[in-house]
């Protein structure tokens, strides 16, 4: 089954070789999709016969966003806390914990049924691939479930076993750390794709870090770590130095973390709906970008500090916020989030590529900047 999709009037592709910027611009295009692949981009005019046509009618198009950080498998509601915050309570990691006795209580149905219901959210928004960690069960057998059932939703499920110190080993952390490397490794790691650790004043330190993270890449799993949200840290350095596809929050960086990240390959994932939720200082995504650092945007959707499941408002707030031009937002978003989940199918619209995309109702990609909190996805094609 063949689909073009023509009458494009603004077409953001992510490929340079259109017409040698990032975002890789055609205007008056068309594509074909066949098979969920990109078989044909092009001029309009150009178009070849396809089995289904959509009309575009002259709106923009641009790659499905790809959303490199979320915690979609959750119970419980903390809006409480977040009424709190915004009277003047700070956000510390410990309001992690108030999610896991929900969450452990919750029914396979329940917690498959809230993150069928972000991702389908999500997805209206324009959000075509997703990734989903754990981390909010901290037992073995709850750990396992989450990415299981995660694993239903998506090829990206992240093993974050480590994402506080569980309240069941409060006064023992090191043999939680035992723990996280070796039962609950075993068990969560045949649904996982990903081990990520939260290396953070409250939650583990760069020792057990690097001991979680050399566990799960043994285990064959690819590392990814939330480094330097609540202070600076050695969270960025230990990313670089273990080859982390990506440090997620990037917050509070030093100089030499800057150079480090500049150095490597590892994607500096920044998450404005934390900053936001939380009241926080945002992370200097200029400063990130003019040192050549790669930098993807990502929702961090849950319970706690940021929960949006909008990639639109993100772009929106990190062009207000963190120093982004429109071009640079739209592009993290979409082809940065594919770097840091190291996949060149998704993110990019070019023949092989992965047929995800999403119609605006809107002439161009800037609307998303320029027309904040106004739903423009128009139609999601994936």
């Given at each position: 089954?063949?689909?073009?999709?023509?009458?494009?009037?603004?077409?953001?592709?992510?490929?340079p070789?259109?017409?040698?910027?990032?975002?890789?611009?055609m205007?008056?295009?068309?594509?074909?999709?066949?098979?969920?692949e990109?078989?044909?981009?092009?001029?309009?005019?150009?178009?070849?016969?396809?089995?289904?046509?959509?009309?575009?009618e002259?709106?923009?198009?641009?790659?499905?966003?790809?959303?490199?950080?979320?915690?979609?498998?959750?119970?419980?509601?903390?809006?409480?806390?977040?009424?709190?915050?915004?009277?003047?309570k700070?956000?510390?990691?410990?309001?992690?914990?108030?999610?896991?006795?929900?969450?452990?209580?919750a029914?396979?149905?329940d917690?498959?049924?809230?993150?069928?219901?972000?991702?389908?959210?999500?997805?209206?928004?324009?959000?075509?691939?997703?990734?989903?960690?754990?981390?909010?069960?901290?037992?073995?057998?709850?750990?396992?479930?989450?990415?299981?059932?995660?694993?239903?939703?998506?090829?990206?499920?992240?093993?974050?076993?480590?994402?506080?110190?569980?309240?069941?080993?409060?006064?023992?952390?090191?043999?939680?750390?035992?723990?996280?490397?070796?039962?609950?490794l075993?068990?969560?790691?045949?649904?996982?794709?990903?081990?990520d650790?939260?290396?953070?004043?409250?939650?583990?330190?760069?020792?057990?870090?690097?001991?979680?993270?050399?566990?799960?890449?043994?285990?064959?799993?690819?590392?990814?770590?939330?480094?330097n949200?609540l202070?600076?840290?050695?969270?960025?350095?230990?990313?670089?130095?273990?080859?982390?596809?990506?440090?997620d929050?990037?917050?509070?960086?030093?100089?030499?973390?800057?150079?480090?990240?500049?150095?490597g390959?590892?994607v500096?994932?920044?998450?404005?709906?934390?900053?936001?939720?939380?009241?926080?200082?945002?992370?200097?995504?200029?400063?990130?970008?003019?040192?050549?650092?790669?930098?993807?945007?990502?929702?961090?959707?849950?319970?706690?500090?940021?929960?949006?499941?909008?990639?639109?408002f993100?772009?929106?707030?990190?062009v207000?916020?963190?120093?982004?031009?429109?071009?640079?937002?739209?592009?993290?978003?979409?082809?940065?989030?594919?770097?840091?989940?190291?996949?060149?199918?998704?993110g990019?619209?070019?023949?092989?590529?992965?047929?995800?995309?999403v119609?605006?109702?809107?002439?161009?990609?800037?609307?998303?900047?320029?027309?904040?909190?106004?739903?423009?996805?128009?139609?999601?094609?994936?």
């Open positions: 089954m063949s689909t073009l999709i023509t009458n494009i009037g603004q077409l953001v592709t992510n490929d070789a259109y017409d040698g910027t990032p975002l890789g611009i205007n008056d295009a068309a594509l074909v999709v066949s098979d969920g990109i078989e044909w981009i092009g001029p309009a005019a150009g178009a070849p016969h396809a089995d289904e046509l959509i009309d575009a002259g709106r923009a198009a641009i790659p499905g966003f790809v959303d490199s950080h979320a915690h979609l498998m959750f119970g419980g509601d903390r809006a409480e806390e977040f009424a709190a915050r915004m009277s003047g700070p956000y510390t990691a410990g309001g992690i914990r108030t999610t896991v006795a929900a969450t452990r209580e029914t396979d149905d917690l498959t049924a809230r993150a069928q219901a972000l991702t389908d959210e999500m997805r209206r928004q324009g959000t075509t691939t997703v990734e989903i960690k754990s981390g909010y069960g901290l037992t073995v057998d709850d750990e396992a479930r989450a990415l299981r059932l995660a694993r239903e939703l998506t090829p990206e499920t992240t093993y974050l076993g480590a994402h506080v110190v569980s309240p069941d080993y409060a006064d023992r952390p090191e043999e939680y750390v035992e723990l996280v490397c070796g039962a609950m075993a068990a969560c790691a045949p649904y996982s794709r990903w081990v650790v939260f290396c953070e004043d409250g939650a583990f330190g760069e020792d057990a870090s690097r001991t979680i993270l050399r566990a799960g890449m043994d285990a064959g799993l690819l590392p990814r770590i939330h480094a949200q202070g600076p840290g050695p969270g960025v350095q230990l990313a670089v130095e273990l080859g982390a596809a990506s440090a929050h990037c917050t509070h960086l030093s100089d030499a973390d800057v150079d480090a990240l500049a150095s390959d590892t500096a994932t920044l998450l404005p709906g934390a900053e936001f939720s939380t009241r926080a200082v945002y992370p200097d995504a200029r400063r990130l970008l003019d040192a050549g650092v790669t930098v993807a945007l990502a929702s961090d959707c849950n319970p706690g500090s940021s929960y949006t499941s909008s990639l639109p993100c772009i929106a707030v990190a207000r916020d963190m120093k982004m031009t429109p071009a640079e937002a739209m592009w993290s978003a979409t082809a940065g989030g594919a770097q840091a989940l190291r996949r060149d199918d998704v990019v619209l070019a023949p092989g590529k992965a047929g995800h995309l119609i605006l109702d809107a002439p161009s990609y800037i609307h998303l900047v320029y027309r904040p909190g106004v739903p423009l996805v128009h139609r999601v094609i994936a």
